[in-house]
């Protein structure tokens, strides 16, 4: 059964870069789209950015202009580019897969964030 291997995630100061990356471990078909998601302690799972296998991005309004995400088809692999990161943004980042299934949906198991001031 095809996983989802997340990394790069980390400590970084306040105005720092991280860059996430989110493999398939085994061979994931009919995907529909790809995305992050992340959980702070006390809040609930929010979307960070998703893009769909034509390449059509959405992105949480908090992170416009900071993140950018990206995926190679070929590798079935999903990248988070996170600039200009604030301490509001450490969280546990998780990627995910959405297909035509069953499985509908196939999750990564995180990796942490944590953004000092």
């Known amino acids: 059964q095809a996983q989802l291997v997340e990394s790069g995630g980390g400590l970084v100061q306040a105005g720092g870069s991280l860059r996430l990356s989110c493999a398939a471990s085994g061979s994931i078909s009919r995907i529909t789209r790809m995305g992050w998601h992340r959980q702070a302690p006390g809040k609930q799972r929010e979307l960070v950015a998703s893009?769909?296998?034509?390449?059509?991005?959405n992105y949480a309004d908090s992170v416009k202009g900071r993140f950018t995400i990206s995926r190679d088809n070929a590798k079935n692999t999903v990248y988070l580019q996170m600039n200009s990161l604030e301490p509001e943004d450490t969280a546990v980042y998780s990627c995910n897969v959405d297909r035509i299934g069953p499985p509908w949906s196939i999750w990564g198991q995180g990796t942490q964030v944590t953004v000092s001031s």
């Open positions: 893009i769909t296998s034509s390449g059509s991005t």
